[in-house]
Structure formats: structure tokens, C-alpha cells
């Protein structure tokens, strides 16, 4: 038998097989994120006498490893990380344990480790190992998944969810248990059982608004866009009202990058992360925080079609997965400033400021390249 070397075509096909308008799109939007970022800030740091360029600088530093952090996971076939999934979660969980035990405060919550200057919050990374997890799971699944399947699956996701809600990070938590029920339909889980789940769900989360479980300020946030005639002295309605104002101050065409007066003085509380939205809307206007959001959808529509060519169930799970993390966290994050959606700690993915968070969404998007350029 005589055999052929690989030509050029074969040798560079995975190149050709990558998706440059998702790698292009990423890029964009979080170099927007940079921009926003630098304008959120630059007045304020101007009046306690600091350098206004510290956030652009290391927001300009987190998106480039992000890109970096992209790339290696998009080189990296993603099948060889199922052996390795439950090794990742167990690391995952350790890391959520240590937080409360060399873990740094800051603003009533304890979910940082703190490398001089730098914070690392294990709780973003805990969506992806969760993501892993379920992916591997219901991928050897190839019966279809039993009830004593769901059962372990619930206490799989549920001892990472429930770490991080004493944290407490209830957005995150959110956000977990939200993947966790789209992977375990994308997975083949009948309609009733997913209804029971769901039902379920719903009355947990009675039970601890009621129970008194949940603290009253994330009460006050959760709730606070169902009150906004209430008054401003409200708990959770001044971030809300703030803004909003701002958002509507910035019309059609918005102020111009740079003369939002909401944003320059500092009316909005963390305008930079949970807030970043106010910030494109009131500077970009209608037609540029549509532009955004159209690019954010964009790049969830390029994540969800991974999912539909990708060959196997491991990566099909995989997609779906990062398709409700980026998804649900720029509907969440974009509509609580709206006053549509409860107030939650969740950052608009690729455009609000922190290391973990723009590492942990170029990392996501970095697994559906390798999903999709691996289709064939």
C-alpha cells in the first residue's frame, strides 16, 4: 500500500476551519469594553489625584490575556479535557473552600485571593469546571439520563452553587443553575422531569426570600425593579434610578465618548463593572448600545452554532453550556440596568472591568473555537 504525504490543504485545514468573524467579533467588543472602561473612570481617579489611565491600562492588559488564554484553549482539541474534567472540578471546589479561608473581604463579600495587586475570584472560574462537569457526565450518558443520573448531577452542581452563594455572589449562582438546567435539556432530559426541576426551583427560592436565607440588602437588589414608583430612598432603587437616568441621557446619538455628565461625575455606583452598561448607553446613545448588544448577540449566535455542527455530544454540551453563560450574563447584566431584570452582581461579558471575569469569557469562547474547528 502506498500512502501520500499531507499536502498543504490537509496540513493547514484546521486553520481554514476556524471561526475569524467569533475571534474578530470578541476582539472588537472587548476593546469597547477597554474604551468604556477608561471613560467610567478617568474623572474620578482625576479627583483623588491618581494616574486616570490605572483601569485603562490594566483592563488593556486583562483583554490581552484573555486573547492569549483564547487562542492556547482554541489550539487545544477539547475532547482531551474530558479525562481531565472531574480532576478540574475537584480543583475548582478547593478553591472555593480556601476562599473562606485565605480568601480577601472587600465590600462585604469574601471571594478573592489577593496576589499583591492582583485578585483572582475563584466563583467566575466555578461556571466553567461546572460546564465541564455536567458536559462530561451527560456525554457518557449514552442510555439517556435516569433519575439517579439527575440526582447526582443536582448534588454535582449544587455543592459548587451553594459555595458561592455563601460567598455570597448570588448572581453567579443564578447563572449556574440556569446552565445547569438548558445542558440538561440540550442532554435529552424529558419535558416533565425538566418541569419538576424547574418547579422545584421555584420554590426554593420562595422559601429563602421568605425564610429569611438571603440577607436583606440581596433581597433589596433582587427585588427592587419590581418597586421603582417606590422612591429613591428605597433599598436598591438609587443604583436603579441612577441608571437608568443615565442610559436615558444619552438619547439616539449619545453624548460623545468622554462628556457623559451621569458618567463624568460619578453618579452611578460601579459604574465600571455591574453598571458598565449605563456607560455605553449614555455615551453611545441608542444606536451604539444597540450596536453592542448586536455584537454580543452575534457572538452567542457563533457560540450556539458550534453547538449544532460540533461531532460529538461532549462538544455539543460543551457549547450549549458557554451559549447560557455568555447569553443569559448580557440579557442579566444589560436589563437590570434597564430596570427589566433584578439587580445582580453579574458583569456584561467582554466589556466590564476585572481580570477573572474577562479571562473566564475569553476562555469560554476559546472552547466553542475548538468545538467548531473541529466539526469535520
Not at 490605572?54 to 483592563?59: A, D, G, I, N, S
Not at 490581552?64 to 487562542?71: R, S
Not at 438609587?238 to 443615565?246: C, F, G, M, R
Not at 455542527?309 to 450549549?320: S, T, Y
Request: glycine share 12%; hydrophobic share 55%; proline share 4%.
Amino acid at each position: 500500500m502506498v500512502t501520500m504525504a499531507p499536502g498543504p490543504s490537509t496540513k493547514h485545514h484546521w486553520v481554514f476551519s476556524v471561526d475569524f468573524l467569533l475571534v474578530a467579533t470578541t476582539i472588537l467588543v472587548a476593546t469597547v469594553g477597554v474604551v468604556m472602561v477608561y471613560t467610567a473612570t478617568r474623572w474620578n481617579l482625576i479627583a483623588q489625584g491618581l494616574s486616570p489611565h490605572y483601569f485603562l491600562y490594566r483592563q488593556a492588559a486583562y483583554v490581552a490575556l484573555g486573547v492569549g488564554a483564547m487562542v492556547v484553549t482554541a489550539l487545544f482539541d477539547y475532547r482531551k479535557l474530558e479525562p481531565f474534567a472531574m480532576a478540574i472540578y475537584g480543583l475548582i471546589i478547593l478553591s472555593l473552600v480556601g476562599v473562606f479561608v485565605v480568601g480577601s473581604h472587600a465590600l462585604g463579600s469574601q471571594r478573592w485571593y489577593s496576589f499583591g495587586p492582583l485578585q483572582l475570584q475563584p466563583s467566575e472560574f466555578a461556571v466553567l469546571g461546572l460546564i465541564l462537569a455536567v458536559a462530561t457526565y451527560c456525554s457518557r450518558r449514552t442510555e439517556g439520563l435516569t433519575w439517579r443520573d439527575v440526582s447526582r448531577l443536582l448534588i454535582l452542581a449544587g455543592v459548587p452553587i451553594v459555595l458561592v452563594m455563601i460567598q455570597p455572589d448570588l448572581g453567579t449562582a443564578i447563572i449556574m443553575v440556569i446552565v445547569l438546567f438548558v445542558m440538561l435539556a440540550v442532554a435529552g432530559l424529558p419535558g416533565r422531569v425538566l418541569f419538576i426541576l424547574v418547579a422545584s426551583g421555584v420554590v426554593v427560592i420562595v422559601v429563602a426570600l421568605v425564610g429569611g436565607f438571603l440577607h436583606h440588602y440581596q433581597i433589596a437588589r433582587l427585588t427592587s425593579f419590581l418597586h421603582q414608583g417606590g422612591g429613591i430612598q428605597q433599598p436598591g432603587i438609587y443604583n436603579l434610578v441612577q441608571a437608568k437616568d443615565a442610559i436615558g441621557s444619552g438619547g439616539i446619538w449619545g453624548t460623545g465618548l468622554g462628556r457623559g455628565v451621569q458618567t463624568n461625575l460619578g453618579y452611578v455606583p460601579e459604574q465600571q463593572t455591574d453598571f458598565i452598561f449605563t456607560a455605553v448607553g449614555e455615551q453611545l446613545g441608542f444606536v451604539g448600545a444597540s450596536i453592542v448588544l448586536g455584537l454580543l448577540g452575534f457572538i452567542t449566535w457563533r457560540i450556539l452554532r458550534a453547538a449544532q455542527v460540533a461531532r460529538d455530544p461532549f462538544g455539543r454540551l460543551l457549547c450549549a453550556g458557554v451559549f447560557t453563560f455568555v447569553g443569559f450574563s448580557v440579557f442579566q447584566n444589560a436589563g437590570m440596568t434597564m430596570g427589566i431584570m433584578p439587580i445582580t452582581g453579574i458583569p456584561l461579558p467582554f466589556v466590564s472591568y476585572g481580570g477573572t471575569a474577562v479571562l473566564c469569557f475569553f476562555l469560554a469562547v476559546g472552547l466553542a473555537l475548538s468545538v467548531y474547528a473541529r466539526r469535520h
